[in-house]
């Protein structure tokens, strides 16, 4: 059986320390429940000193959720800690998590002190703490920088004090891999009582080493992580979540496993990067749009063949569908057939060659190939075959004026027809559009590309519409980008199944 690690989720605390990426507390609350659906054991829910936003969302969020442990940060100060005791009233189950800076650059620069005298105040504030709550996390901020016996001294002293887990953060994600599973090793062979307390991790990717890090801190001992979804944070961010979770489910050798339901993952993903106005990087691991794409014709070859032979995770495990087979120049005949199969194109081995020249040359002529483009060079046109067409578009917009546009739309041989305002010309076109077709659809992604250069350009659209928990794509061209925008979310609805 594999031994258990903690989650504990600072998304909301350290994550939300972006630059432009606060929440209000009904999101908050929305984005703790996210994290309650997805099975952590910790919700680090904000820093109740620091403001009474603050302060108003660990409470809500205490009362909003009841499985995992609400965790309130403190400095080691007691007007800290009494104040956050005082917003984790309602929670069923508390945790205050307090700490102060340990490496010499805190205690002389930050603190103008001495190491005993940080060790007092250290020991002090967990047994504050202690007073109010069983559950008290001690952090050790910037232990990848402190010195190693140093840093068992006063981890040594923190449990001694009560501490039930001891945090060694890599603040400014210093460290290595190696020097940082020596700090927890270290830790693990020196520290008397070690083993009354979990040791956890808390990493910073400005190296870019966060997640290496936090997966050799696990291989030394760590038994708690503290992540963010998506891996947000300050500066270049924390470690993320997902990477952890499935690294060890993809490493079953290690055994070491969480209980994470790694099926909400991407959902989750995509609550926190919608409400913090965060946009997941197409190539970023777990959840990025490219995570499961394929453009290498050997590469598609392969997973066409078995999954297995270039995919280590299956995409379902994370929420996702299906893997992507991307249609680029370097597409091979296996990725172009698989493609037309699923537009349910047919065809004998010397029209697929005959269609293979084709699509090469469009291919090196733009970043994407379409599937309007596939059928067109199959001989069928695919806005033909539609079911929702664009009849007429009529915009009306400018410095001074209400943008209103009209919109005509032929549904299987039906004409309909709807006018309505927006925020801009786009904007007022989907409303219209929206009057006609009357469905819970969300527009997740909306990009414009330019294709050809000058005052006449041809926009390419591509639109991410959500509809009944599936995302589909729509794509299309125009010098004029609204009718472009139309044209693309047109696109997307007509993948609809009804």
Do not use: W
Not at 391 to 401: A, E, F, M, P, R
């Amino acid at each position: 059986m594999a031994e258990r690690l903690y989650i504990f989720d600072t998304t909301l605390r350290d994550g939300e320390q972006v630059p432009g990426c606060q929440l209000n507390t009904v999101e908050k609350i929305e984005v703790a429940k996210a994290l309650e659906s997805l099975g952590v054991d910790v919700i680090e829910a904000g820093f109740p000193i620091s403001s009474p936003g603050d302060f108003k969302s660990v409470e809500e969020i205490s009362k909003a959720v009841s499985l995992p442990v609400i965790c309130a940060l403190t400095r080691s100060v007691q007007k800290d800690i009494d104040v956050a005791f005082d917003a984790l009233k309602y929670a069923k189950l508390k945790r205050i998590h307090t700490g102060i800076g340990t490496s010499d650059y805190h205690i002389q620069y930050k603190f103008n002190s001495n190491q005993e005298e940080i060790m007092q105040r250290a020991v002090a504030a967990v047994k504050y703490a202690k007073r109010y709550v069983e559950d008290v996390e001690f952090y050790c901020e910037d232990a990848g920088r402190t010195d190693n016996v140093y840093l068992a001294r006063i981890v040594e002293a923190v449990i001694k004090a009560g501490a039930t887990v001891v945090n060694i953060p890599d603040t400014t994600g210093y460290c290595l891999p190696t020097e940082y599973a020596e700090k927890i090793n270290f830790l693990m062979e020196n520290v008397n009582g070690i083993h009354n307390a979990i040791i956890s991790t808390h990493c910073h990717n400005d190296l870019g080493m966060a997640t290496a890090n936090t997966m050799a801190g696990i291989m030394s001992g760590a038994r708690q992580v503290e992540v963010t979804v998506n891996g947000i944070g300050e500066r270049a961010g924390n470690t993320a979540l997902e990477e952890i979770v499935m690294t060890l489910r993809s490493h079953k050798e290690l055994g070491v496993d969480t209980n994470i339901n790694s099926k909400n993952i991407s959902s989750v993903s995509r609550i926190v990067s919608n409400l913090m106005n965060m946009p997941i990087q197409a190539n970023k691991a777990i959840v990025g749009r490219n995570a499961f794409a394929h453009s290498s014709g050997i590469h598609q070859d392969g997973v066409l063949k078995n999954i297995k032979t270039y995919e280590i995770i299956d995409p379902k495990d994370v929420g996702i569908d299906d893997n992507s087979i991307e249609l680029t120049a370097r597409s091979g005949r296996a990725a172009l057939k698989y493609h037309l199969q699923s537009l349910g194109i047919e065809l004998t081995q010397e029209k697929l060659d005959k269609v293979y020249e084709g699509f090469l040359k469009v291919a090196d002529s733009k970043k994407y190939v379409t599937d309007d483009d596939l059928l067109m060079l199959a001989g069928k046109d695919r806005v033909d075959t539609h079911r929702i067409k664009l009849d007429y578009l009529y915009v009306t917009s400018g410095v001074g004026v209400d943008p209103k546009a009209t919109i005509g739309l032929d549904i299987a041989g039906e004409k309909f027809e709807a006018e309505s305002s927006g925020d801009g010309p786009v904007d007022a076109a989907i409303n219209a559009l929206k009057k006609i077709v009357n469905k819970k659809m969300v527009l997740q992604e909306f990009l414009i590309q330019a294709i050809t250069k000058g005052s006449d350009d041809v926009g390419k659209v591509h639109m991410r519409v959500e509809y009944n928990g599936n995302v589909y794509s729509g794509f299309a061209a125009n010098t004029d980008i609204v009718a472009a925008s139309v044209s693309a979310y047109i696109d997307a609805l007509n993948k609809f199944p009804d």
